[in-house]
């Protein structure tokens, strides 16, 4: 069946490091594909997003390239900040006309200053 | 336009007792999405409206849980006979269809006792 799978955390890193979050998926059709993020005591935020494939989606310094081909979509930052500390999950919305979302796991980074 | 906003935030209950949750989505959204979040797991979907139709329902929603959307602007999630294992937070979403989107409200967050 459809899925998202996510790596594991928790990440530490230390301020300006650079950051991969890996997500890949299964899915049949062609779904858009999404980084959530969830700060502390917040709801889930839209990150970002890409709807097809070689898509880059972009968002306060973060990215993440929809490659269909290894059905990946990692989030990548050059150099994070403290102010970064949160849960980031990855999603995609099934092609099947609800739009329904599919999630990981959740990664939780945690950014040392 | 305030986003989603749910009500109550935080719901503590005895097992066996009903609870029923609203969720009020964004103005004009005519898409609205009730997920369940269980500790360190990502939502998981659990059903859709698309204005006062219910059009999907997850296997995850037993016959004691209902939801409605009166009118096609806020939305319940009533549950029946909790059981501990209904221990969650619930999250409702909310999109305006032209997008694929979502815009996540703060949860409700259930402890069942």
């Known amino acids: 069946g459809d899925s998202v799978t996510q790596m594991e955390g928790p990440v530490t890193l230390s301020e300006e490091a650079f950051l991969t979050i890996n997500c890949t998926y299964t899915?049949?059709?062609?779904?858009?594909l999404f980084w959530y993020v969830q700060y502390p005591g917040e709801g889930l935020q839209l990150l970002l997003k890409?709807?097809?494939?070689?898509d880059k989606g972009s968002n306060k310094g973060f990215e993440a390239t929809y490659r269909k081909e290894t059905t990946s979509f990692h989030l990548e930052k050059g150099s994070v900040q403290v102010s970064d500390s949160a849960v980031y999950f990855c999603?995609?919305?099934?092609?099947?006309?609800?739009?329904?979302?599919?999630f990981g796991t959740g990664t939780r980074l945690k950014v040392l200053a | 336009d305030t986003g989603v906003s749910q009500n109550p935030r935080h719901k503590i209950t005895k097992r066996g007792q009903n609870v029923t949750f609203r969720c009020d989505p964004i103005s004009e959204h005519n898409r609205l999405y009730w997920y369940r979040q269980t500790l360190g797991q990502g939502p998981e979907f659990l059903t859709y409206f698309q204005n006062e139709a219910q059009l999907e329902k997850s296997r995850l929603l037993s016959d004691r849980f209902s939801a409605e959307r009166p009118k096609g602007s806020f939305s319940t999630l009533e549950i029946q006979r909790t059981e501990q294992g209904d221990s969650a937070m619930y999250l409702c979403?909310?999109?305006?269809?032209?997008?694929?989107?979502?815009?996540f409200g703060p949860g409700t967050r259930l402890t069942v006792l």
């Open positions: 999603a995609l919305d099934l092609d099947s006309g609800t739009y329904k979302y599919i």
């Open positions: 890409a709807t097809k494939a070689d």
């Open positions: 979403a909310s999109s305006p269809g032209t997008l694929d989107e979502q815009f």
């Open positions: 899915a049949t059709g062609y779904p858009s």
